[in-house]
C-alpha cells in the first residue's frame, strides 16, 4: 500500500470508531434505512443521529436519497462490514 491508501483507510477506521456509527451499519447491513428509522433504533436525538451519518457520508462510507419528506440512507461498499465482523471476532478470543 502506499501512503495515501495508508492514509485513507486510517480514516475510514476513524470515522467508523464509535458505538453509534458502528450499531448504524449494522442496521444498515440488509440494506436501506430511513433517518427517523434509524433514529428509533439508536434510541437518541434526530439531530445526533443525523451527525453521525453525514459524517459517514462525507467520507463515502454512506450515501443517500430523498424521498417526499424522509432520507434514506445505504452502504456505499458493503465490505466495511468485513472489517466490523473481523474486530467483533477478535474480540471473541
Known amino acids: 500500500m502506499r501512503q495515501n491508501e495508508?492514509?485513507?483507510?486510517?480514516?475510514?477506521?476513524?470515522?467508523?470508531?464509535?458505538?453509534?456509527?458502528?450499531?448504524?451499519?449494522?442496521?444498515?447491513?440488509?440494506?436501506?434505512?430511513?433517518?427517523s428509522d434509524i433514529q428509533a433504533d439508536l434510541g437518541i436525538k434526530q439531530s445526533i443521529t443525523s451527525q453521525h451519518l453525514n459524517n459517514m457520508k462525507n467520507k463515502a462510507i454512506l450515501k443517500s436519497q430523498r424521498r417526499g419528506n424522509s432520507v434514506f440512507y445505504h452502504i456505499i461498499n458493503k465490505d466495511i462490514l468485513k472489517v466490523i465482523t473481523c474486530i467483533k471476532a477478535c474480540q471473541e478470543k
Do not use: F, N, T
Not at 470515522?15 to 449494522?26: D, G, N, S, T
Open 6 to 35: 495508508y492514509s485513507r483507510a486510517a480514516e475510514a477506521l476513524r470515522v467508523i470508531a464509535h458505538p453509534q456509527r458502528l450499531k448504524i451499519l449494522e442496521l444498515l447491513r440488509d440494506g436501506e434505512l430511513s433517518v
